[in-house]
DNA sequence: TAGATTGTTAATCGATTAACAATC
DNA sequence: TAGATTGTTAATCGATTAACAATC
């Protein structure tokens, strides 16, 4: 491996150029420029042609970037060629929207379970889910292959669910929960932190 | 006003503080120094300094900072003493899950209004709140005060809902739809780009 | 007063932008 | 070949960290 390793802000781009890539590859468009691409998203094209680079050279002098293998590159990069399983921890209002974000799916995220401890959720379907008791989490996650686990709990139960899951070899966690986890360092934890996220907005409505 | 203007890495970085900073309240902790604090959040304690002094000295030299009071402080620069009223467009699984989120409440959100252009869900009662048809959203946001708009919806229509309500003065958009918003530059939007979030994951998942 | 710890300036580090030679 | 546009190096800008004088 010994790859160079790319930072976080480069990373937190690449998202948003895939899905300026996939538009236009949906209108049609075969080739396109770094400074045509900074037209339309609002961004340098040198910093496209920079964090482009980081991973090798996608492009060609004179002509500019194929939209449909750039595209590709950039899905590879993200690991989206990849099969992941998911779990979500907590069948709350959260954890149903998150199951039933079906256009996951068609990027190779499968949302297998969907765990709560509230005994009259057990048993009940959400879409195509049954939802089951808290104590199954282990050995779903080891029967199914399952390499991401979503908590959609309370601050409360987070952090013992992360410890958990991590203690049977789980990598990668999406946390939705107002906590930060303590994981070890080759576990992964993506947070969405909403009410930082309202809070940001309620700041910069504030100082405009 | 002609206040200084605070980078966004600051702010970003303000949500985090007072929620430790509301934690050691809980906790009973009355002082703290910047390098307790470092030490707890795991940033540096220059970082933390640097950070407050944004806003104006809110500790005391050889003693360090009343939590209550910077509790307090932070709130108020985050806007957090003022009253927002929202409403949410999108009465699908993702906006009645942020109509419940009501620990909101209590931090001044109030979420007032649901809406959604499917007729079937017009009428239906999420919580203490009915869903309402796409075209009485202007009126409502007038005759509510609505200063926030939750964007809840499929990109598709999220563009134009954004216009509609910028157009009637609306001034904060939280967009949770897959696509950029463009709105004037006195109009402000957060976006939670939930896909981007998880394309993040994987990419630090494969790359770990 | 002595010790502790801030507020703030200076140094460093990293990320973004500009420039241009390489090359298609 | 001439024109266009990348890949990449150098310059700039901004953010983070270190250091320390001010002061409680």
């Known amino acids: 491996m010994d790859e160079k390793v790319i930072s976080q802000a480069v990373i937190s781009r690449l998202p948003r150029y895939y899905r300026y890539l996939g538009d236009l590859k949906d209108e049609g468009v075969e080739r396109i420029s770094s400074q045509e691409l900074s037209r339309r998203m609002n ?3 040198s910093q496209i042609r920079q ?3 980081n991973f090798g050279g996608f492009g060609q002098q004179g002509y500019g970037y194929n939209v449909d293998y750039l595209y590709n590159e950039i899905g590879k990069i993200l690991g989206l060629n990849e099969e992941h399983n998911l779990i979500i921890v907590g069948a ?3 954890g149903r ?3 039933n974000y079906s256009n996951y799916e068609n990027r190779g995220f499968h949302f297998m379970g969907l765990f709560d401890k509230n005994p009259e959720f057990v048993g009940k379907k959400i879409g195509s889910l ?3 008791p808290m104590d199954k989490i282990e050995d779903f996650i080891i029967d199914n292959g399952i390499d991401i686990v979503v908590i959609a709990i ?3 139960g987070a952090v013992q669910v992360a410890d958990r899951v991590v203690k049977i070899g789980v990598k990668a966690i999406w946390n939705f929960a107002h906590v930060d986890l303590n994981v070890p360092d080759d576990v992964v934890v993506e947070n969405v932190h909403l009410s930082d996220s309202l809070m940001k907005l309620s700041y910069n409505l504030a100082s405009r």
Chains 1, 2 share one sequence.
Request: negative net charge.
């Open 130 to 132: 049954e939802i089951m």
């Open 43 to 45: 961004v340098t094209a």
């Open 51 to 53: 964090d482009f680079n």
């Open 92 to 94: 709350g209002n959260l």
């Open 97 to 99: 929207a998150l199951t």
């Open 154 to 156: 309370p601050k409360a």
